[in-house]
């Protein structure tokens, strides 16, 4: 029996070494395996992301070349506040037509003394009514001008409490009260770095709720696809300082009026320079006698 095992034992030792050695070959080939396989996930990821840009690029310039014809065609449509942080839009509820009320049967004969009571009366002569031909306003021209913004400071952020992307700030631009600003800026912009911040505000929309709250403005950033930056005023700037255009001056409107499409149709203009100004076709944002306004990092980026 003591033979048979010293015989056995080692033929089994030199099995086991052999099987180690072919479990330790296949870990090797596996591990190679799955590194092949990440790289080639990584490959794919990356090719889909380059599309999935330049889609969405094609897709703003056709956005931006159907509002432009939209506008010449006096076509009417609505501001929609999500197109600069949040991708949400609004639309017009549609109109329900209008009920006919049923026609009211009437005997033969009620219907036979209304005509003929009808046709006694003469028919009165309308006057003519002289209007004085009132003086049409000159059209303003459709520029940078007709946007009110202003530096204003944040002085209370929070999130959103019905959507995980928005902040809810008060912002305080010198007025009565601070205006209420709802912002798609919690995935690029950490809550601290929000708060007591110096921004460029929008202050002439009409104001529109997003998720249940009233946003009374928008702050200005650089924006791209993967990347959002909050534009960033000169030193020395205060709350209600206003940003001007010196190639474009005027007075902005009180309120832009949503069908008249002002902010659809100045927005592709407006971008960060190779230097990373703020910019509307070459013309800085500039707080007179402070500066001009800048992006952090992001160059030849759209602005909204």
Not at 192 to 212: E, F, H, S, W, Y
Not at 218 to 245: H, N, Q, T, W, Y
Not at 256 to 281: F, G
Request: with cysteine; charged share 30%; hydrophobic share 40%.
């Amino acid at each position: 029996m003591a033979s048979i095992s010293a015989e056995i034992y080692p033929r089994l030792l030199e099995k086991s070494r052999k099987a180690e050695a072919l479990i330790t070959a296949l870990r090797s080939q596996l591990s190679q395996v799955q590194v092949n396989l990440k790289v080639s996930d990584a490959k794919f990821a990356t090719q889909i992301r380059e599309e999935n840009n330049q889609l969405r690029k094609k897709v703003e310039e056709l956005k931006t070349q159907l509002i432009q014809a939209e506008i010449k065609n006096g076509v009417p449509q609505y501001y929609d506040h999500g197109a600069c942080v949040l991708a949400s839009s609004s639309a017009a509820a549609p109109r329900e037509p209008a009920s006919e009320p049923a026609a009211d049967v009437k005997p033969a004969a009620q219907t036979q003394q209304k005509s003929d009571k009808k046709a006694e009366k003469k028919p009165k002569e309308k006057k003519a009514e002289s209007k004085s031909a009132e003086p049409k306003a000159e059209a303003r021209p459709v520029d940078v001008s007709r946007l009110d913004m202003r530096v204003g400071r944040i002085v209370n952020v929070k999130r959103h409490p019905d959507a995980d992307s928005l902040y809810v700030e008060e912002i305080d631009l010198k007025e009565d009260r601070p205006r209420t600003v709802v912002s798609g800026l919690v995935k690029h912009v950490p809550i601290d770095q929000m708060q007591n911040r110096l921004v460029i505000t929008l202050c002439n929309l009409k104001p529109a709720k997003l998720r249940g709250v009233l946003s009374e403005a928008m702050v200005m950033c650089a924006s791209s696809p993967e990347k959002v930056e909050i534009l960033e005023v000169p030193a020395g700037s205060e709350p209600g300082d206003r940003i001007v255009f010196d190639a474009f001056p005027g007075t902005p409107d009180a309120q832009l009026n949503p069908k008249d499409k002002i902010w659809e149709a100045v927005q592709p203009d407006l971008k960060t320079d190779a230097n990373r100004v703020a910019t509307y076709k070459g013309a800085a944002f500039t707080v007179a006698g402070k500066g001009v306004c800048l992006a952090a990092t992001m160059a030849n980026s759209n602005i909204k």
